[in-house]
């Protein structure tokens, strides 16, 4: 393989990657539209999932302090 199938095959990965990064980010947007909607149609539940996220991180930090200390 010489030096301009090298650059060529670089330079198609590169276009593919660019593709793939524009879908990605459609389906971002799309997710981040559908949790909006769904806080909105349904803000106490949110409201508790977000509790729950927020008590599960902290007790895992808290381990994770905790173990870091008995060394």
């Known amino acids: 393989m010489d030096t301009d199938q090298?650059?060529?095959?670089?330079?198609?990965a590169k276009d593919s990657a660019e593709q793939e990064?524009?879908?990605?980010?459609g389906?971002?947007?799309d997710a981040l539209k559908q949790a909006e909607?769904?806080?909105?149609e349904n803000p106490n539940k949110?409201?508790?999932?977000s509790a729950g996220i927020?008590?599960?991180?902290?007790?895992a930090l808290a381990m994770l302090i905790h173990a870091g200390?008995?060394?």
């Open 21 to 25: 990064i524009e879908k990605l980010k």
């Open 54 to 59: 927020g008590t599960a991180l902290g007790a």
């Open 46 to 49: 949110a409201a508790m999932i």
């Open 37 to 40: 909607e769904y806080i909105k």
């Open 6 to 12: 090298v650059k060529d095959k670089i330079m198609e």
């Open 69 to 71: 200390k008995k060394k």
């Open 27 to 29: 389906d971002v947007g």
